[in-house]
């Protein structure tokens, strides 16, 4: 797989700073949990809402959007969380909340339906240090992962994803999240999995303005030079194929400075809670976001889970343009052949995503993600979000240079994210 899988044979999803499906509002940067890999300082402030308000009015004037992933910090901790979904909600966008889910409870889920909530995003994994599940694996803790996608079952009408960061020491469980996602089919609509990345000292010095910039600093540097944060997006996809032979990605998005990197990588399958059928194509993938954006301007995020429950529609109508649907379509026609009585089972759809922020080239320069959806807003600019905490400390984004390089000029070249 990380050697046969070609960029150009698959759909090169179109979005761009300025017309992309996603904009990432961060009301907090307080949190409930401490996570081993995550890119932010826990600062126990809020925004106000006057604050959340100018945020969403950058968005509106520089970025065409779909929907609003609320996060932070954690987003369930901010006290005026119904009044920002509502605000969202009357933009004419989506509000979808990523969240740990420590703080959700039923009622307040209820709460924020009724507010416009779309959809959420929980980050669940092994590493979080969450009471009562410190020391679990991450196909154990797939049980709490179970009890978020219940709670969301049981309200209704909620998009539900899950994200895990993906370590060294995990990764070969990630095809056991897999598998748990495809038995929830039904409710779980999409699984991320986020490759783990930190800036390393080892190897490079850190420059802002000609002036070396203090890198211990900030949240997301580590001086363990034994932990990996190299691992690819190719490794993830190698490590569900060994286990699913099936499995194959149908689209991406490149890194800034590598063509062929796959910064995204999304597969899209189809299946019911006893088992996949198959998995569609680049073609099914190009026909939903171009349509999308012609019949409402804007690209695709996070499809209501009454669309995604057309399984067998979609096998139906869309395999005369898409290779993979015709194999899913056959797939799915010779198990009904086996088990008749399986007609009457609905047939999903399931996302199924694998992140590789950002990587270090060996000349310093940082390979982001081209088309990045997660951009957040600092002092009325986009910016990346997973190296916000750089603008917030520096004033600027940080330069790497190779140990021994030359020391880059007083005025970095401008972050130019796309």
Request: proline content about 7%; charged content about 25%; some cysteine.
């Amino acid at each position: 797989m990380p050697e046969t899988l070609d960029h150009r044979s698959l759909y090169r999803l179109p979005w761009s700073l300025t017309d992309n499906p996603i904009a990432w509002l961060e009301p907090t940067q307080a949190c409930n949990l401490a996570c081993d890999g995550c890119y932010r300082k826990n600062v126990k402030e809020h925004k106000s809402i006057d604050e959340v308000q100018s945020d969403l009015d950058v968005f509106a004037r520089l970025r065409n959007f779909d929907g609003v992933s609320i996060a932070g910090g954690d987003p369930l901790v901010h006290p005026q969380l119904p009044e920002i979904v509502r605000r969202v909600t009357r933009m004419g966008r989506k509000a979808i909340i990523n969240t740990n889910g420590l703080a959700m409870t039923p009622e307040l889920l209820r709460e924020l339906k009724r507010d416009g909530l779309i959809g959420l995003t929980f980050h669940v994994d092994s590493k979080q240090g969450r009471p009562g599940w410190r020391d679990k694996t991450e196909t154990e803790t797939n049980a709490l992962r179970q009890q978020y996608a219940d709670m969301v079952f049981e309200v209704g009408g909620l998009a539900c994803a899950f994200n895990s960061t993906v370590y060294e020491d995990t990764l070969h469980e990630v095809p056991d999240i897999a598998d748990w996602a495809a038995r929830n089919i039904d409710r779980v609509h999409t699984v991320v999995f986020i490759n783990y990345r930190a800036a390393t000292v080892a190897g490079f010095e850190y420059y802002v303005g000609g002036e070396k910039a203090p890198i211990r600093d900030l949240v997301y540097t580590r001086e363990d030079e034994k932990r990996r944060v190299d691992i690819s997006a190719r490794e993830v996809a190698a490590t569900l194929k060994a286990r699913d032979p099936e499995f194959a990605p149908c689209a991406y998005l490149n890194g800034t400075h590598s063509p062929d990197s796959f910064k995204w990588l999304l597969a899209f399958r189809a299946g019911t809670t006893k088992r996949v059928h198959g998995y569609l194509g680049p073609r099914f993938m190009e026909l939903s976001q171009a349509s999308h954006h012609v019949v409402t301007g804007r690209y695709l995020s996070y499809a209501p889970p009454w669309t995604l429950s057309v399984g067998r529609s979609v096998l139906a109508t869309a395999w005369p343009v898409d290779a993979g649907v015709r194999r899913t379509a056959v797939s799915y026609l010779r198990s009904l052949a086996l088990q008749p009585w399986r007609a009457l089972d609905k047939v999903h759809l399931q996302s199924v995503l694998i992140i590789q922020p950002i990587d270090l080239l060996e000349d310093g320069t940082a390979n982001m993600c081209d088309g990045c959806p997660d951009m957040t807003v600092h002092e009325g600019k986009l910016v990346w979000s997973c190296r916000l905490e750089e603008p917030r400390s520096f004033g600027a984004f940080v330069t790497a240079v190779p140990e021994g390089g030359i020391t880059p000029p007083c005025r970095p070249e401008p972050a130019r994210p796309s």
